[in-house]
């Protein structure tokens, strides 16, 4: 199975290897963390929604010190989608 990942720095690409995979039931979504065991080096955490369509990435986050409690950040949001008002056929 293929998730969205995102490719530094060329955006989002898709991984067969998330990382280490968490289900958040109170929210209904799952985290899918990746980086290193070792102190330092920087985490990243993706965010997903499941649908019918599979697996929606809707948040990253990076943690510059993969040890460290909390201090994630969001460095990307996914987008409210706005469409045009339909005016008429096309």
């Known amino acids: 199975m293929e998730f969205p990942h995102v490719v530094?720095?060329?955006?989002?690409?898709?991984?067969?290897?998330?990382?280490?995979?968490a289900w958040?039931?109170?929210s209904g979504l799952f985290e899918a963390e990746t980086g290193s065991d070792m102190c330092g080096d920087p985490g990243?955490?993706?965010?997903?929604?499941?649908?019918g369509?599979?697996?929606?990435?809707?948040?990253?986050e990076v943690k510059p010190d993969a040890c460290a409690q909390g201090g994630w950040i969001t460095i990307w949001d996914t987008p409210q989608w706005s469409f045009p008002a339909q005016s008429g056929p096309h």
């Open 8 to 21: 530094r720095p060329e955006g989002f690409g898709t991984t067969a290897r998330p990382g280490m995979i």
């Open 24 to 26: 958040k039931p109170d």
């Open 44 to 51: 990243v955490r993706h965010i997903y929604r499941f649908t």
């Open 53 to 60: 369509s599979g697996f929606v990435v809707i948040r990253v």
